[in-house]
Protein backbone atom coordinates (compact mmCIF):
# COMPACT_ATOMS: atom_id res chain seq x y z
CA UNK A 1 0.00 0.00 0.00
CA UNK A 2 3.12 2.45 0.73
CA UNK A 3 4.49 1.59 -2.34
CA UNK A 4 1.54 2.21 -3.95
CA UNK A 5 0.98 5.35 -2.26
CA UNK A 6 4.41 6.39 -3.23
CA UNK A 7 4.02 6.01 -6.68
CA UNK A 8 1.26 7.73 -6.72
CA UNK A 9 2.84 10.77 -5.68
CA UNK A 10 5.93 10.21 -8.03
CA UNK A 11 3.58 10.29 -10.97
CA UNK A 12 1.37 13.37 -9.84
CA UNK A 13 4.83 15.43 -9.15
CA UNK A 14 6.09 14.50 -12.56
CA UNK A 15 2.74 15.06 -14.33
CA UNK A 16 2.13 18.64 -12.54
CA UNK A 17 5.51 19.70 -13.88
CA UNK A 18 5.09 18.30 -17.56
CA UNK A 19 1.29 20.57 -17.44
CA UNK A 20 3.78 23.68 -16.25
CA UNK A 21 6.09 23.13 -18.87
CA UNK A 22 3.07 22.38 -21.42
CA UNK A 23 1.59 25.87 -19.99
CA UNK A 24 4.81 28.08 -20.24
CA UNK A 25 5.64 26.85 -23.31
CA UNK A 26 2.22 28.60 -24.31
CA UNK A 27 2.18 31.57 -22.66
CA UNK A 28 6.23 32.36 -23.05
CA UNK A 29 5.97 30.99 -27.21
CA UNK A 30 9.98 30.96 -27.27
CA UNK A 31 11.95 28.47 -30.03
CA UNK A 32 14.62 28.57 -26.55
CA UNK A 33 13.31 27.19 -24.14
CA UNK A 34 15.07 26.37 -20.38
CA UNK A 35 13.10 23.61 -19.58
CA UNK A 36 14.22 23.35 -15.89
CA UNK A 37 13.25 26.97 -14.66
CA UNK A 38 10.76 28.24 -16.85
CA UNK A 39 7.35 26.62 -15.52
CA UNK A 40 8.66 27.77 -11.86
CA UNK A 41 9.26 31.06 -13.53
CA UNK A 42 5.72 31.30 -14.80
CA UNK A 43 4.66 30.10 -11.19
CA UNK A 44 6.15 31.97 -9.16
CA UNK A 45 4.61 35.28 -10.84
CA UNK A 46 1.30 34.53 -10.10
CA UNK A 47 -0.07 37.45 -7.67
CA UNK A 48 -1.02 35.14 -4.82
CA UNK A 49 2.32 33.34 -4.63
CA UNK A 50 4.67 36.01 -5.13
CA UNK A 51 3.02 38.21 -2.35
CA UNK A 52 3.65 35.17 -0.36
CA UNK A 53 7.44 34.61 -1.28
CA UNK A 54 8.72 38.14 -1.59
CA UNK A 55 9.40 39.12 2.14
CA UNK A 56 11.48 35.81 2.01
CA UNK A 57 14.06 37.11 -0.95
CA UNK A 58 14.63 41.10 0.43
CA UNK A 59 18.44 40.15 1.38
CA UNK A 60 18.88 37.80 -1.81
CA UNK A 61 17.25 41.06 -3.43
CA UNK A 62 20.33 43.28 -1.83
CA UNK A 63 22.71 40.54 -2.55
CA UNK A 64 21.85 40.75 -6.20
CA UNK A 65 21.79 43.99 -6.63
CA UNK A 66 25.27 44.39 -5.16
CA UNK A 67 26.28 42.10 -7.73
CA UNK A 68 24.62 43.27 -10.81
CA UNK A 69 25.75 47.29 -10.63
CA UNK A 70 23.44 48.18 -7.24
CA UNK A 71 19.91 47.25 -9.51
CA UNK A 72 18.13 43.95 -9.16
CA UNK A 73 14.94 44.20 -11.00
CA UNK A 74 11.97 41.19 -10.85
CA UNK A 75 13.17 39.68 -13.70
CA UNK A 76 16.31 38.72 -11.67
CA UNK A 77 15.26 37.68 -8.11
CA UNK A 78 12.42 35.91 -9.93
CA UNK A 79 14.88 33.65 -12.08
CA UNK A 80 17.22 33.71 -9.07
CA UNK A 81 14.48 31.87 -6.70
CA UNK A 82 12.74 30.15 -9.86
CA UNK A 83 16.42 28.30 -10.21
CA UNK A 84 16.16 27.34 -6.77
CA UNK A 85 12.69 26.03 -6.60
CA UNK A 86 13.85 24.39 -9.85
CA UNK A 87 16.84 22.42 -8.49
CA UNK A 88 15.21 21.47 -5.69
CA UNK A 89 12.45 20.11 -7.79
CA UNK A 90 14.71 17.84 -9.97
CA UNK A 91 16.22 16.47 -6.68
CA UNK A 92 13.25 15.29 -5.64
CA UNK A 93 12.35 13.72 -8.88
CA UNK A 94 15.21 12.03 -8.71
CA UNK A 95 15.77 10.06 -5.90
CA UNK A 96 12.00 9.65 -6.05
CA UNK A 97 12.24 7.72 -9.13
CA UNK A 98 15.60 6.05 -7.41
CA UNK A 99 13.45 5.45 -4.21
CA UNK A 100 10.68 3.40 -6.66
CA UNK A 101 13.29 1.70 -8.52
CA UNK A 102 15.20 0.33 -5.90
CA UNK A 103 12.41 -0.39 -3.35
CA UNK A 104 14.05 1.90 -0.81
CA UNK A 105 11.89 4.46 0.55
CA UNK A 106 14.63 5.88 2.99
CA UNK A 107 15.99 7.58 -0.82
CA UNK A 108 12.55 9.63 -0.85
CA UNK A 109 13.62 10.87 2.46
CA UNK A 110 16.85 11.99 1.42
CA UNK A 111 15.69 13.30 -1.47
CA UNK A 112 13.41 15.82 1.04
CA UNK A 113 16.21 16.84 3.26
CA UNK A 114 18.51 17.81 0.03
CA UNK A 115 15.69 19.36 -1.67
CA UNK A 116 14.76 22.01 1.36
CA UNK A 117 18.70 22.53 2.04
CA UNK A 118 19.52 23.79 -1.87
CA UNK A 119 18.08 26.94 -1.31
CA UNK A 120 19.74 27.55 2.01
CA UNK A 121 22.96 26.47 0.48
CA UNK A 122 22.29 28.70 -2.89
CA UNK A 123 21.53 31.80 -0.29
CA UNK A 124 24.87 30.96 1.68
CA UNK A 125 26.47 31.31 -2.28
CA UNK A 126 25.28 34.44 -2.71
CA UNK A 127 26.36 35.91 0.63
CA UNK A 128 29.76 34.20 -0.11
CA UNK A 129 29.77 36.03 -3.87
CA UNK A 130 28.89 39.71 -1.91
CA UNK A 131 31.24 38.90 1.11
CA UNK A 132 34.40 37.79 -1.83
CA UNK A 133 33.43 41.15 -3.66
CA UNK A 134 33.60 43.09 -0.88
CA UNK A 135 36.85 41.91 0.20
CA UNK A 136 38.20 42.10 -3.30
CA UNK A 137 37.59 45.95 -3.32
CA UNK A 138 38.91 46.51 -0.05
CA UNK A 139 42.61 44.49 -0.84
CA UNK A 140 42.26 46.95 -4.13
CA UNK A 141 41.70 50.25 -2.06
CA UNK A 142 45.08 50.66 -0.75
CA UNK A 143 47.17 50.36 -3.87
CA UNK A 144 44.33 52.90 -5.67
CA UNK A 145 45.16 55.49 -2.38
CA UNK A 146 48.78 54.90 -2.84
CA UNK A 147 49.16 55.65 -6.50
CA UNK A 148 46.53 58.77 -6.27
CA UNK A 149 48.88 60.07 -3.22
CA UNK A 150 51.78 59.87 -5.27
CA UNK A 151 50.29 61.84 -8.22
CA UNK A 152 48.79 64.06 -6.36
CA UNK A 153 52.20 64.66 -4.02
CA UNK A 154 53.86 65.21 -7.69
CA UNK A 155 51.52 67.99 -8.01
CA UNK A 156 48.64 66.57 -10.56
CA UNK A 157 45.41 67.36 -10.02
CA UNK A 158 43.26 65.04 -7.69
CA UNK A 159 40.31 64.04 -10.39
CA UNK A 160 43.01 63.99 -13.28
CA UNK A 161 45.51 61.81 -11.27
CA UNK A 162 42.11 59.64 -10.07
CA UNK A 163 41.30 59.37 -13.86
CA UNK A 164 44.98 58.28 -15.12
CA UNK A 165 44.51 55.70 -12.13
CA UNK A 166 41.41 54.38 -13.17
CA UNK A 167 42.57 54.39 -16.83
CA UNK A 168 45.62 52.21 -15.84
CA UNK A 169 43.14 49.81 -14.70
CA UNK A 170 40.67 49.52 -17.47
CA UNK A 171 41.35 45.97 -18.20
CA UNK A 172 40.99 45.19 -14.43
CA UNK A 173 38.02 42.42 -12.97
CA UNK A 174 37.90 44.15 -9.77
CA UNK A 175 34.54 45.58 -8.85
CA UNK A 176 36.56 48.93 -7.37
CA UNK A 177 37.57 50.09 -10.78
CA UNK A 178 34.24 49.16 -12.31
CA UNK A 179 32.37 51.68 -10.32
CA UNK A 180 34.90 54.27 -10.48
CA UNK A 181 34.80 54.05 -14.20
CA UNK A 182 30.79 54.18 -13.88
CA UNK A 183 31.56 57.38 -11.67
CA UNK A 184 33.42 58.83 -13.67
CA UNK A 185 31.40 57.79 -16.13
CA UNK A 186 27.64 59.77 -14.70
CA UNK A 187 30.57 62.82 -14.31
CA UNK A 188 30.91 63.25 -18.14
CA UNK A 189 27.44 63.15 -18.75
CA UNK A 190 26.84 66.08 -16.40
CA UNK A 191 25.95 64.59 -13.12
CA UNK A 192 27.55 66.17 -9.79
CA UNK A 193 30.78 65.20 -8.25
CA UNK A 194 28.74 64.60 -5.05
CA UNK A 195 26.07 62.58 -6.65
CA UNK A 196 28.40 60.24 -8.89
CA UNK A 197 30.56 59.41 -5.64
CA UNK A 198 27.03 58.60 -3.58
CA UNK A 199 26.54 56.18 -6.38
CA UNK A 200 29.72 55.12 -6.18
CA UNK A 201 29.62 54.19 -2.24
CA UNK A 202 25.98 52.81 -2.53
CA UNK A 203 27.04 50.60 -5.32
CA UNK A 204 30.15 49.39 -3.27
CA UNK A 205 28.65 48.93 0.33
CA UNK A 206 31.94 48.95 1.78
CA UNK A 207 32.31 51.88 4.50
CA UNK A 208 36.39 52.31 3.38
CA UNK A 209 35.25 53.38 -0.02
CA UNK A 210 32.53 55.21 1.43
CA UNK A 211 35.19 57.36 3.40
CA UNK A 212 37.34 57.56 0.39
CA UNK A 213 34.28 59.63 -1.45
CA UNK A 214 33.65 61.64 1.23
CA UNK A 215 37.37 62.51 1.61
CA UNK A 216 37.61 63.20 -1.99
CA UNK A 217 34.44 65.64 -1.75
CA UNK A 218 35.83 67.46 1.42
CA UNK A 219 38.71 68.23 -0.74
CA UNK A 220 36.06 69.83 -4.03
CA UNK A 221 34.41 71.95 -0.99
CA UNK A 222 37.60 72.80 0.80
CA UNK A 223 40.90 73.09 -0.98
CA UNK A 224 44.01 70.59 -1.39
CA UNK A 225 45.24 72.14 2.11
CA UNK A 226 44.21 69.69 3.67
CA UNK A 227 43.45 66.46 1.29
CA UNK A 228 47.21 65.28 1.57
CA UNK A 229 47.83 64.27 4.91
CA UNK A 230 43.83 62.95 4.74
CA UNK A 231 44.61 61.03 2.18
CA UNK A 232 47.70 59.91 3.89
CA UNK A 233 45.69 58.83 6.86
CA UNK A 234 43.66 56.77 5.01
CA UNK A 235 46.18 54.64 2.81
CA UNK A 236 47.92 54.03 6.17
CA UNK A 237 43.99 52.64 7.53
CA UNK A 238 43.55 50.84 3.80
CA UNK A 239 47.09 48.85 4.46
CA UNK A 240 46.21 48.03 7.86
CA UNK A 241 42.96 46.66 7.10
CA UNK A 242 44.27 44.69 3.97
CA UNK A 243 46.36 43.01 6.45
CA UNK A 244 44.26 42.11 8.55
CA UNK A 245 42.10 40.68 5.73
CA UNK A 246 45.00 38.88 4.52
CA UNK A 247 45.99 37.35 7.85
CA UNK A 248 42.27 36.30 8.31
CA UNK A 249 42.04 34.62 4.84
CA UNK A 250 45.49 33.04 5.83
CA UNK A 251 43.81 31.10 8.73
CA UNK A 252 40.52 29.82 6.68
CA UNK A 253 42.95 28.58 4.66
CA UNK A 254 44.86 26.89 6.89
CA UNK A 255 41.47 25.84 8.35
CA UNK A 256 40.07 24.06 5.50
CA UNK A 257 43.21 22.17 4.99
CA UNK A 258 42.98 21.17 8.58
CA UNK A 259 39.74 18.58 7.71
CA UNK A 260 41.91 16.47 4.62
CA UNK A 261 44.48 16.62 7.02
CA UNK A 262 42.40 14.68 9.56
CA UNK A 263 41.09 12.47 6.83
CA UNK A 264 43.95 11.33 5.05
CA UNK A 265 45.57 10.56 8.81
CA UNK A 266 42.80 8.50 9.80
CA UNK A 267 43.15 6.68 6.52
CA UNK A 268 46.82 5.69 6.66
CA UNK A 269 46.17 4.58 10.36
CA UNK A 270 43.15 2.35 9.32
CA UNK A 271 45.13 1.30 6.55
CA UNK A 272 48.55 0.50 9.08
CA UNK A 273 46.04 -0.84 11.94
CA UNK A 274 43.96 -2.69 9.74
CA UNK A 275 46.65 -6.08 9.40
CA UNK A 276 47.60 -6.12 12.83
CA UNK A 277 44.07 -6.29 14.21
CA UNK A 278 43.28 -8.92 11.64
CA UNK A 279 46.62 -11.03 12.55
CA UNK A 280 45.03 -10.79 16.46
Not at 21 to 33: C, G, I, N, P, W
Not at 81 to 98: D, K, N, W
Not at 140 to 156: D, F, R
Amino acid sequence: MNGWLMNGWMIGIAAFYAWLTVYALRVRRQSKFRLQVEPFIILIRYRSIWKRIQPLLNRQRLSLALLNGGTCTQEIIVVWAAECIGLSYMVLLITGLLAIRSGNHALLLIGLILAGCIPILRARELSGKVKKRQQSIVMELPELLSKLLLMVNAGENVMRALARTVEQKQNSSNPLYTELIAAIEGMKRGESLSIALEEMGRRCAVPEVKLFATTLLINARRGGDAFVPALRELTRQMWEKRKAIARTLGEQASSRLAFPLTIVFLLIMVLVGAPTIFMM
